[in-house]
């Protein structure tokens, strides 16, 4: 049986306001990370054997 899922914490002060402002500023992955994140399917994907 699966536990139930906890609610999630608010945030306040400091925490909220870092968090608004990390959001905020996001930006578009490098193609580095791109690559990186290729990788890391194709190999994941390279050593599972679902079967649909």
């Known amino acids: 049986m699966a536990r139930p899922i906890k609610e999630t914490p608010e945030l306040f002060g400091k925490d909220a306001e870092r968090f608004e402002k990390m959001i905020s500023q996001s930006r578009p992955a490098s193609?580095?990370?791109?690559?990186?994140?290729?990788?890391?399917y194709e190999t994941m994907k390279s050593i599972s054997n679902f079967q649909w």
């Open 31 to 40: 193609e580095e990370e791109r690559e990186r994140a290729r990788k890391a």
